[in-house]
Structures are given as structure tokens and as C-alpha cells.
């Protein structure tokens, strides 16, 4: 039984909570079921993190719909606690917010990308140094995998190694040193919960399409009909726990 630290960055809309459960019940549906055993922090909430890692195989964080590029105490003291735990060789994921967080941490900048939300069903491609990496041992080069984020890692900081882009987001996943990983992706997430992410946000992506100088009410159906199934996230998150661990 693998013990993991997952830290909660945020919380999902209502709507979602209700029909498929909260960011954190996503990991755990996804890794209980192979012998993983959760110990949950809301730390966006002021939740006290532990003096250290000490006794945990893992730790993980969440994704938010807070923002990186607006700093509160909370997010620089989850950070260093995250930057501790892999220097005393815990390993360490983080997703989206996570992922960020870690860059940020790192020296990177975290921006609103210019190209906007990407939100859906994704294709994401691996990079050299991404094919080799045991996180997406058995992940085939280009993957279908579910997305949704506005902001994204500017540059890769210094010492980090790319791992996975796409045309929407360059930095789709980094190796911070050997137990470190972030990924902008969301290897939790299922298509039922992607389904259910994009409902609720349905007005505001209609609102942002239309800025775009796309149709009226295009846009969320196409997102809609693109949703598809992302067996890779699963291989992900438990190549995570096996190999690094």
C-alpha cells in the first residue's frame, strides 16, 4: 500500500461536485484501486502542512481555478513544502495548478496564454526526452488526454526538461530532477468529469469564442462532441506511483 499526500489546490464548480465528485475524488478513483491509500490537505483552504514528507511514498497536487500569476501565502508555502519533499527523495506530481506551481517555484513565469483556454479532449506529443521518461513508460508518442487551463509555464526553467507539448501549450509536462514531475494535462480526469467541466463553464467559453470571432453557440457543442477516451491518464498517474516511488 502506497501512502500519498495529496495536496488541494482548489475546488470544482458546484454543478460538477454534484455529478462527479470533487477535484480529489478523481485521483483517488484513478490509484485506489491499485493500492494506493490518500491522506488529503485542502491547503487552499489553510490546511497545515506537515513539518515534512516523512513517511509519505508520494505527494501530488491538484489542479485550482486559482491563478499562479496572483501569489497568495498559501501557494509559496505548498510550494517550498513540494521543492523540500523531492529534495529528501519523496517523489512529487503536480497537475495543472500543481504543475505551475512547481515551474513557479522553479524560477519560471506563469502567463495567460495568448492562445487561450484549451479545454477538451487534447492531443499532447512527447519529446525526446519524454519517450524515454519512466512517467509515460508504455504511453504511445501522441496521446489523447483531457485539458483545461487558461494559464501556462512561459519557458521551462532552468534544469527542467521538456517532456510533452502541443500546439496550444509547449510545456505539457517537465522533469524538475529525478522526482519531480509536473504535467499541464489532467491524467485524473475521465471523459464523464471533462463532460461536466465544460458544461459548467459553457457561458463564459461561448463569451470567450465570441471574442474570438467565432460563431455563436459553436463552440461548446464542438467541445462537446470531441470528448474521448483517455486511457493514457490512467497509465500516467499509475507509472507515477510505480516507478517513482
Known amino acids: 500500500m ?6 488541494k489546490a482548489g475546488d470544482a464548480a458546484h454543478s460538477v461536485r454534484l455529478t462527479v465528485g470533487d477535484y480529489e475524488s478523481w485521483f483517488v478513483e484513478s490509484l485506489a484501486p491499485g493500492g494506493c491509500r490518500f491522506d488529503i490537505l485542502h491547503v487552499h483552504q489553510g490546511a497545515r502542512l506537515p513539518p515534512s514528507a516523512e513517511g509519505y511514498d508520494a505527494v501530488m497536487m491538484t489542479g485550482s481555478p486559482l491563478s499562479v500569476t496572483q501569489p497568495e501565502p498559501w501557494m509559496e508555502q505548498a ?20 504543475h505551475q506551481l512547481l515551474a513557479y517555484a522553479h524560477g ?14 487534447v492531443e499532447v506529443r512527447l519529446s525526446e526526452a519524454g ?3 519512466p512517467l509515460f513508460d508504455g504511453v504511445p508518442e501522441r496521446f489523447a488526454i483531457q485539458a483545461t487551463h487558461e494559464d501556462i509555464v512561459e519557458h521551462p526553467p532552468e534544469g527542467a526538461t521538456v517532456l510533452a507539448g502541443n500546439a496550444n501549450t509547449a510545456v505539457q509536462a517537465l522533469a524538475f530532477g529525478p522526482r519531480i514531475r509536473g504535467v499541464q494535462f489532467h491524467p485524473e480526469v475521465q471523459p464523464e468529469a471533462m463532460r461536466a467541466l465544460i458544461l459548467a463553464r ?3 467559453l461561448e463569451v470567450e469564442a465570441i471574442a474570438r470571432g467565432h460563431g455563436p453557440g459553436e463552440r461548446v457543442p464542438r467541445l462537446l462532441a470531441g470528448i474521448a477516451p483517455s486511457p493514457a491518464g490512467r497509465r500516467i498517474l499509475q507509472n507515477f506511483v510505480e516507478q517513482f516511488t
Request: hydrophobic share 40%; charged share 25%; with cysteine.
Open 2 to 7: 502506497k501512502n500519498v499526500l495529496l495536496l
Open 79 to 98: 510550494a517550498e513544502f513540494m521543492m523540500n519533499a523531492g529534495e529528501h527523495g519523496v517523489p512529487v506530481l503536480g497537475v495543472c495548478f500543481g
Open 108 to 121: 519560471a513565469r506563469v502567463v495567460r496564454n495568448h492562445q487561450g483556454r484549451e479545454i477538451g479532449t
Open 131 to 133: 519517450r524515454e521518461d
Open 202 to 204: 459553457a457561458e463564459k
